[in-house]
């Protein structure tokens, strides 16, 4: 069965500063899907970037981009010139067939 | 505006009770999923539905009840067999199976108390 780890359950950044929030994987599937979404205080659940395992080119959407490394099955958002915005939970998915697999969160907190 | 649509917000309810909780979606997507988050987990999935009139199990699936008579309605129903009720509950939906990457799209939610 497929599984999704984030082993970092608090991060902090300063204002305007880079972060890079941690994902891993385990799956024998060769072609998948691999998310980032973002839970801020109001528990809305928002699409922050996705990533198909097929494509080596790492996805970007704005300040947030991954570096995805399928061998390794690592799966990291990457956070640059942090705003007091970002601070929230962040949950890396697997797209397992027909559902989502999702890791327990990380929770960033952003300093001014 | 398309979107999901969650209600209540907040809901209480007293032990043995069952309790139904709303879902909506006007986003015309085929799959529609039923999530339960506890504080330090992540979501874990208790009910999915592909297609009208069909729905499968999730991994929590235990004192939970759903139907799906209508594309745009997924209501879940937590039984009073349901040990420990209290939690956020999240809706979500996709396109479907067979049509792209899958992402889901999630409702506000919607806080249960049982007490």
């Known amino acids: 069965a497929q599984t999704v780890t984030q082993s970092q359950p608090e991060m902090s950044v300063q204002e305007a500063e880079t972060v890079t929030l941690s994902c891993t994987y385990d799956?024998?599937?060769?072609?998948?899907?691999l998310f980032w979404y973002k839970q801020p205080p109001s528990r809305q659940m928002i699409l922050v970037i996705r990533q198909e395992a097929y494509k080596q080119q790492n996805a970007t959407e704005n300040r947030f981009s991954v570096n995805f490394q399928k061998a390794a099955k690592s799966f990291s958002l990457k956070i640059s010139d942090s705003q007091l915005g970002d601070a929230a939970m962040y949950f890396c998915?697997?797209?397992?067939?027909?559902?989502?697999?999702f890791g327990t969160g990380t929770r960033l907190q952003v300093f001014p | 505006d398309g979107g999901i649509t969650q209600s209540p917000k907040y809901l209480f309810r007293k032990e043995g009770q069952n309790v139904t909780l709303s879902c909506e979606q006007n986003l015309n997507h085929d799959a529609m999923y039923w999530y339960r988050q506890d504080p330090g987990q992540g979501l874990r999935l208790i009910y999915y539905?592909?297609?009208?009139?069909?729905?499968q199990k999730g991994d929590i699936a235990e004192g939970y009840s759903v139907s799906r008579e209508k594309k745009e309605s997924f209501p879940l129903t937590v039984t009073s067999a349901q040990k420990n009720p209290t939690a956020f509950y999240l809706c979500?939906?996709?396109?479907?199976?067979?049509?792209?990457?899958?992402?889901?799209?999630f409702g506000p939610g919607t806080r249960l108390t049982v007490t």
């Open positions: 998915a697997y797209r397992s067939f027909d559902k989502l697999i």
């Open positions: 979500a939906s996709s396109i479907g199976p067979g049509t792209g990457t899958y992402e889901q799209y």
């Open positions: 799956t024998s599937e060769s072609d998948y899907y």
């Open positions: 539905s592909q297609i009208v009139n069909d729905f």
